[in-house]
């Protein structure tokens, strides 16, 4: 659900156009010259937002809070500034659509798993037999002995859509994406496309301690002296940056978490900076070796001196299926996979315990 929009966002110059500030002056134009008549209504600056009417924010289904019009006193309000905003989509409020029902799916299936061949095989022929899809999968995936000595597989097999990493490109043939495995995999088919959840820059067979420069949107924020630094999406959050100290951030928040690896600092935490800006990492000019980078695990790289490496966030969410919602999906993959907050819980009293207590505490008093 698209946000609504109240005010759009207009530089003033000398010159400008008169234009019209509901959230200030009601229906009235004003420009440079106009005079100001009536006084603006008064507005609370509270975070709470049950006094503003519905006309100047909605809440939607986001997971982000409203936007309301803030005026402060009666000749000003906040507006966006043009120079400023981040063209970051929000990803829920977003919604993955097929114009024409969909035909091409790309199947990845987890390496040397023997327990996902037979589901692997039933989901290939419902795909291809009852649905009529196409079926893209890993050339390597074929030459799997289980899989090569099934006759029965053998008619279905036959049409496969098959494709090598690194030197088939089908991004532009394929609909969606099914996944049989685990965080590794769906990793994996994120990469064949580019997106990046996490990149890590590290001192790799150097005994001495990393010493890389951060910059953010230009400027020196800081110098990592340890074993390296972490940059993460909100998804990559709960992986290597969480082993780190970080924390977890659900995918739905626009930001870029930053986190030291065994930093020889004690005040050096983890940080979380807006999605919007431009991350440059390199080696600082007295590093005494050099560094390494790797990009979700993989394609690991030596950075030497003049190096750099600019990151950014895209402008394209990687859409997903919920089995239920964003929140609730999120929260079980913790609780499943982390066991995130599991503990022993506390038991209850029973009457007798709370009759007992209370005569403890009254013969105290």
Same mark, same amino acid.
Request: overall charge negative.
């Given at each position: 659900?698209?946000?609504?929009?109240?005010?759009?966002?207009?530089?003033?110059?000398?010159?400008?156009?008169?234009?019209?500030?509901s959230?200030?002056?009601?229906?009235?134009?004003?420009?440079?010259?106009?005079? /100001?008549?009536?006084?603006?209504?008064?507005?609370?600056?509270?975070?709470?937002?049950?006094?503003?009417?519905?006309?100047?924010?909605?809440?939607t289904?986001?997971?982000?809070?409203?936007?309301?019009?803030?005026?402060f006193?009666?000749?000003?309000?906040v507006?966006?500034?043009?120079?400023?905003?981040?063209?970051?989509q %929000?990803?829920a409020?977003?919604?993955?659509t097929?114009?024409?029902?969909p035909?091409?799916v790309?199947?990845?299936?987890?390496?040397r798993?023997?327990?996902?061949?037979?589901?692997?095989?039933?989901?290939?022929?419902?795909?291809?037999?009852?649905?009529?899809?196409?079926?893209?999968?890993?050339?390597?995936?074929l030459?799997?002995?289980?899989?090569?000595?099934?006759?029965?597989?053998?008619?279905?097999?036959?049409?496969?859509?098959?494709?090598?990493?690194?030197?088939?490109?089908?991004?532009?043939?394929?609909?969606?994406?099914?996944?049989?495995?685990? %965080?590794?995999?769906?990793?994996?088919?994120?990469s064949?496309?580019?997106?990046?959840?996490?990149?890590?820059?590290?001192?790799?067979?150097?005994?001495?301690l990393?010493?890389?420069?951060?910059?953010?949107?230009?400027?020196l924020?800081?110098?990592?002296q340890?074993?390296?630094?972490?940059?993460?999406?909100p998804?990559?959050?709960?992986?290597?940056?969480?082993?780190?100290?970080?924390?977890?951030?659900?995918?739905?928040?626009?930001?870029?978490?930053?986190?030291?690896?065994?930093?020889?600092?004690?005040?050096?935490?983890?940080?979380?900076?807006?999605?919007?800006?431009?991350?440059k990492?390199?080696?600082?000019?007295?590093?005494?070796?050099?560094?390494?980078?790797?990009?979700?695990?993989?394609?690991?790289?030596?950075?030497?001196?003049?190096?750099?490496?600019s990151?950014?966030?895209?402008?394209?969410?990687?859409?997903? /299926?919920?089995?239920?919602?964003p929140?609730s999906?999120?929260?079980?993959?913790l609780?499943?996979?982390l066991?995130w907050?599991?503990?022993?819980?506390?038991?209850h009293f029973?009457?007798?315990?709370?009759?007992?207590?209370?005569?403890?505490?009254?013969a105290?008093?």
């Amino acid at each position: 659900m698209e946000q609504e929009k109240v005010n759009e966002s207009k530089e003033l110059s000398a010159d400008a156009a008169s234009y019209c500030c509901s959230a200030c002056h009601g229906d009235e134009d004003w420009g440079p010259g106009h005079p /100001i008549r009536g006084r603006a209504k008064s507005r609370s600056l509270s975070a709470s937002p049950a006094l503003a009417s519905t006309r100047e924010f909605r809440r939607t289904r986001s997971l982000h809070g409203p936007c309301p019009v803030t005026t402060f006193g009666p000749k000003a309000c906040v507006l966006q500034n043009p120079q400023t905003i981040m063209h970051i989509q %929000d990803p829920a409020s977003q919604r993955l659509t097929w114009n024409k029902p969909p035909k091409s799916v790309l199947v990845i299936k987890k390496i040397r798993d023997a327990s996902l061949l037979q589901p692997f095989k039933e989901l290939c022929v419902h795909l291809m037999e009852e649905n009529n899809m196409v079926v893209y999968v890993e050339k390597k995936v074929l030459e799997d002995p289980a899989i090569v000595n099934d006759d029965r597989f053998g008619p279905v097999k036959r049409r496969f859509c098959t494709f090598r990493e690194d030197y088939d490109d089908i991004s532009n043939q394929i609909d969606f994406i099914i996944c049989l495995g685990g %965080d590794g995999t769906l990793l994996y088919a994120s990469s064949l496309f580019q997106v990046l959840n996490e990149v890590v820059i590290d001192r790799g067979p150097s005994s001495y301690l990393s010493n890389v420069d951060v910059y953010l949107d230009g400027h020196l924020i800081t110098t990592v002296q340890g074993d390296g630094v972490i940059v993460s999406t909100p998804t990559g959050s709960t992986a290597y940056a969480a082993a780190a100290g970080a924390s977890m951030i659900h995918p739905n928040v626009p930001a870029i978490m930053i986190t030291p690896i065994c930093p020889h600092s004690l005040s050096f935490r983890p940080i979380v900076v807006p999605a919007g800006v431009e991350l440059k990492i390199m080696l600082s000019p007295e590093a005494r070796n050099t560094a390494w980078v790797s990009f979700d695990g993989r394609k690991r790289q030596e950075i030497r001196h003049g190096d750099s490496i600019s990151i950014t966030t895209s402008c394209y969410p990687l859409p997903s /299926i919920c089995v239920r919602d964003p929140v609730s999906d999120w929260f079980e993959s913790l609780a499943q996979c982390l066991h995130w907050n599991v503990r022993k819980k506390q038991a209850h009293f029973t009457e007798d315990e709370d009759g007992e207590e209370d005569g403890e505490q009254g013969a105290g008093s």
